[in-house]
């Protein structure tokens, strides 16, 4: 009757087993060590960088306890780890000196930091420890609000130059193109043309929406974008503000940085372990600008550059391309571009699609007009640091309002180039309304008070049921037991960031879980008074309390992802461990619990009693 089958045990086993596995990382703690991240935009952090840095340190005798290569993309790093801080200063000063030739301009950026000590062989599981949030931690915290009528305006600019470049090209006459609020106005003085000029924007622009107006000679227009296409230009300016963001954090060396949207308008920029406010909103907010020059054709190839520079001409020794001399007139800066995209030519190969403003459109057809067939490069300007030159490219025909940028060899290039142009400054403005610091004294504060909390909660509800159930509280104390490995698993195995708001999850987590215990027992008592055999009791207890937890259960699961869905923050990361920690108990409370007391009860054919504590029969008090 209470019996568990073999494979039912087995997989409560594997289960116990994967939780111990991935919650241990949490219990090896963190070493000192050296966080090394590209400083410019147009250097890629590869494998190989990991064997330079263990060069150098080998070189200096620096012993270190592993280097490794770890990340993609924008959070690529090198990371090499030591016994003890003093090592870590020495590491950090001699990586600073030997891989940067320039010190006032580097090439790298080298940060202290903390790595986990988890073993090679848990890391290559994906065990790890679960990320400290900036309460626990210590650390920066900013609310920042994007001006979104800023990249609105920015957007519909681009549009009104990519219809007037159009409509010149397919030789439809207007009166006029005027920007009115988020709206472009074209005048026309017949119908038939007004509805030749409609076809072809629309054919070309499929976000945009028409409306006709007028009468007679004096017929408009009114182009304005799709809902839907508003909604993604508000979207694509808070995810390029992001990128430019996550690019600009590196260089604080910040490990696990949380750069995240809030809202339809809303960035969140957490630093753990940035105490230093003013340097964070320094680097966040600071500046950058694109710029197209010409090369400057009058240097004969094989030239010594150094001593050849004309002079209105200028020498670029950092980026792609390099050395190469420009000129010092600059045709059009960063600030005349809409957008740019990752695409592909008429030979299906990578290149990047680039869309001019009015202005710009102008400018750049008046530069290129007499000079195709002559090189254009494209460079990246940073405050505090050398100009970068992006792209060096052949003028092919005469270009406008929009044009590509053609020979990125690869599809990754050309998304590279493409978020360049787009990240090397922001896309609208922003302000930050929200700011924080919290010291990490005040977070090892938090870590302890929420640890304890966890602590003697879990031993005074194990005090308490073990008395007042006996050997079944004891079965109900250790499937809480194994509740709070399979919790702390699973945030660990997510990757999950643990703040305070989570730690008061947690704790109430464990009150739900020995609540749907506490029902559980209260059922096989009822069963024991109403004459039922220990066994029948067991089974039918277990069976009838199912319901009532599933029911309890599911209606605070949905509050949890109501609060995941609509909160967000502090909230969202209690909705989350929340919602798991429902998921963890129900199968704790009833699965282990069930097979517990089937593993110690079940075997027992001829049981006369169990013990659940003191069992009131009706009437036997009298």
Same mark, same amino acid.
């Given at each position: 009757?209470?019996?568990?089958?073999?494979?039912?045990?087995?997989?409560?086993?594997?289960?116990?087993?994967?939780?111990?596995?991935?919650?241990?990382?949490?219990?090896?703690?963190?070493?000192?060590?050296?966080?090394?991240?590209?400083?410019?935009?147009?250097?890629?952090?590869?494998?190989?960088?990991?064997?330079?840095?263990?060069?150098?340190?080998?070189?200096?005798?620096?012993?270190?306890?592993?280097?490794?290569?770890?990340?993609?993309?924008?959070?690529?790093?090198?990371?090499?780890?030591?016994?003890?801080?003093?090592?870590?200063?020495?590491?950090?000063?001699?990586?600073?000196?030997?891989?940067?030739?320039?010190?006032?301009?580097?090439?790298?950026?080298?940060?202290?930091?903390?790595?986990?000590?988890?073993?090679?062989?848990?890391?290559?599981?994906?065990?790890?420890?679960?990320?400290?949030?900036?309460?626990?931690?210590?650390?920066?915290?900013?609310?920042?609000?994007?001006?979104?009528?800023?990249?609105?305006?920015?957007?519909?600019?681009?549009?009104?130059?990519?219809?007037?470049?159009?409509?010149?090209?397919?030789?439809?006459?207007?009166?006029?193109?005027?920007?009115?609020?988020?709206?472009?106005?074209?005048?026309?003085?017949?119908?038939?043309?007004?509805?030749?000029?409609?076809?072809?924007?629309?054919?070309?622009?499929?976000?945009?929406?028409?409306?006709?107006?007028?009468?007679?000679?004096?017929?408009?227009?009114?182009?304005?974008?799709?809902?839907?296409?508003?909604?993604?230009?508000?979207?694509?300016?808070?995810?390029?503000?992001?990128?430019?963001?996550?690019?600009?954090?590196?260089?604080?060396?910040?490990?696990?940085?949380?750069?995240?949207?809030?809202?339809?308008?809303?960035?969140?920029?957490?630093?753990?372990?940035?105490?230093?406010?003013?340097?964070?909103?320094?680097?966040?907010?600071?500046?950058?600008?694109?710029?197209?020059?010409?090369?400057?054709?009058?240097?004969?190839?094989?030239?010594?550059?150094?001593?050849?520079?004309?002079?209105?001409?200028?020498?670029?020794?950092?980026?792609?391309?390099?050395?190469?001399?420009?000129?010092?007139?600059?045709?059009?800066?960063?600030?005349?571009?809409?957008?740019?995209?990752?695409?592909?030519?008429?030979?299906?190969?990578?290149?990047?699609?680039?869309?001019?403003?009015?202005?710009?459109?102008?400018?750049?057809?008046?530069?290129?007009?007499?000079?195709?067939?002559?090189?254009?490069?494209?460079?990246?300007?940073?405050?505090?640091?050398?100009?970068?030159?992006?792209?060096?490219?052949?003028?092919?025909?005469?270009?406008?309002?929009?044009?590509?940028?053609?020979?990125?060899?690869?599809?990754?290039?050309?998304?590279?180039?493409?978020?360049?142009?787009?990240?090397?400054?922001?896309?609208?403005?922003?302000?930050?309304?929200?700011?924080?610091?919290?010291?990490?004294? /005040?977070? =090892?504060?938090?870590?302890?008070?929420?640890?304890?909390? #966890?602590?003697? +909660?879990? &031993? @005074? *509800? $194990? !005090?308490?049921?073990?008395?007042?159930?006996?050997?079944?509280?004891?079965?109900?104390?250790?499937?809480?037991?194994?509740?709070?490995?399979? /919790?702390? =698993?699973?945030?660990?195995?997510?990757?999950?960031?643990? #703040?305070?708001? +989570?730690? &008061? @999850? *947690? $704790? !109430?987590?464990?009150?739900?879980?020995?609540?749907?215990?506490?029902?559980?027992?209260?059922?096989?008592?009822?069963?024991?008074?109403?004459?039922?055999?220990?066994?029948?009791?067991?089974?039918?207890?277990?069976?009838?309390?199912?319901?009532?937890?599933?029911?309890?259960?599911?209606?605070?699961?949905?509050?949890?992802?109501?609060?995941?869905?609509?909160?967000?923050?502090?909230?969202?990361?209690?909705?989350?461990?929340?919602?798991?920690?429902?998921?963890?108990?129900?199968?704790?409370?009833?699965?282990?619990?069930?097979?517990?007391?089937?593993?110690?009860?079940?075997?027992?054919?001829?049981?006369?009693?169990?013990?659940?504590?003191?069992?009131?029969?009706?009437?036997?008090?009298?």
């Amino acid at each position: 009757m209470n019996r568990y089958p073999v494979w039912k045990y087995i997989l409560i086993a594997v289960a116990i087993l994967l939780g111990a596995l991935f919650t241990a990382p949490n219990y090896f703690g963190e070493s000192p060590a050296v966080q090394v991240t590209s400083g410019k935009s147009t250097v890629k952090m590869t494998g190989e960088m990991a064997a330079q840095v263990a060069a150098v340190l080998k070189k200096e005798n620096i012993v270190t306890d592993g280097v490794s290569f770890d990340g993609t993309g924008t959070y690529a790093s090198v990371r090499a780890r030591f016994a003890d801080p003093d090592t870590q200063f020495k590491a950090k000063a001699v990586l600073e000196k030997d891989l940067n030739t320039d010190p006032a301009d580097p090439t790298y950026l080298v940060a202290l930091n903390l790595q986990p000590n988890t073993p090679k062989w848990m890391q290559s599981l994906h065990a790890l420890p679960m990320y400290l949030g900036l309460d626990l931690r210590g650390g920066v915290h900013f609310l920042m609000q994007v001006d979104v009528k800023a990249a609105l305006t920015k957007r519909v600019q681009g549009i009104q130059a990519a219809a007037r470049s159009l409509l010149r090209d397919k030789n439809v006459r207007h009166a006029g193109i005027d920007r009115i609020g988020d709206t472009i106005e074209i005048k026309f003085r017949d119908a038939d043309t007004r509805i030749k000029a409609k076809n072809e924007l629309g054919g070309n622009m499929p976000d945009l929406a028409f409306v006709d107006q007028g009468e007679g000679s004096d017929l408009k227009l009114i182009v304005t974008l799709k809902p839907e296409a508003l909604k993604q230009t508000i979207s694509d300016g808070v995810k390029q503000n992001i990128a430019t963001l996550s690019k600009r954090v590196n260089e604080l060396g910040v490990a696990e940085p949380i750069i995240q949207q809030q809202g339809p308008d809303r960035i969140v920029v957490q630093l753990p372990g940035v105490q230093d406010v003013a340097r964070a909103k320094a680097v966040i907010g600071r500046t950058a600008t694109l710029e197209v020059r010409m090369v400057d054709e009058t240097i004969t190839p094989g030239t010594e550059l150094t001593s050849a520079v004309p002079f209105n001409s200028e020498l670029f020794t950092v980026g792609k391309g390099v050395p190469v001399i420009l000129g010092k007139d600059v045709i059009l800066s960063g600030d005349y571009i809409s957008s740019a995209t990752a695409s592909f030519d008429q030979n299906q190969q990578p290149s990047v699609s680039i869309d001019l403003n009015g202005d710009g459109g102008r400018k750049m057809r008046e530069a290129t007009r007499e000079r195709v067939g002559k090189r254009m490069a494209i460079v990246l300007f940073e405050k505090k640091g050398k100009p970068e030159v992006l792209s060096v490219a052949t003028i092919q025909s005469e270009l406008g309002s929009r044009f590509q940028i053609t020979g990125m060899g690869n599809a990754e290039n050309s998304a590279e180039l493409a978020l360049l142009l787009r990240a090397g400054a922001l896309y609208a403005p922003m302000d930050v309304i929200e700011e924080r610091t919290i010291g990490p004294q /005040l977070g =090892a504060e938090n870590i302890s008070k929420g640890l304890h909390s #966890t602590m003697y +909660g879990f &031993a @005074a *509800i $194990a !005090l308490f049921m073990i008395f007042y159930y006996m050997m079944f509280g004891f079965f109900s104390v250790l499937a809480l037991a194994c509740n709070l490995l399979l /919790l702390i =698993a699973l945030l660990s195995l997510m990757q999950a960031t643990l #703040t305070l708001p +989570g730690i &008061a @999850a *947690i $704790a !109430l987590a464990l009150g739900m879980a020995i609540d749907a215990n506490v029902l559980i027992n209260e059922r096989i008592r009822e069963e024991l008074r109403a004459g039922a055999s220990p066994q029948q009791a067991i089974s039918v207890g277990f069976d009838r309390a199912w319901a009532t937890i599933l029911d309890s259960n599911v209606t605070t699961l949905i509050v949890g992802v109501a609060l995941w869905v609509f909160g967000s923050g502090a909230i969202r990361g209690f909705a989350v461990v929340h919602c798991l920690g429902i998921l963890t108990s129900m199968f704790s409370a009833v699965f282990i619990s069930r097979g517990v007391v089937n593993l110690w009860y079940g075997r027992k054919k001829k049981l006369q009693s169990i013990a659940i504590g003191t069992v009131w029969v009706p009437g036997l008090s009298k």
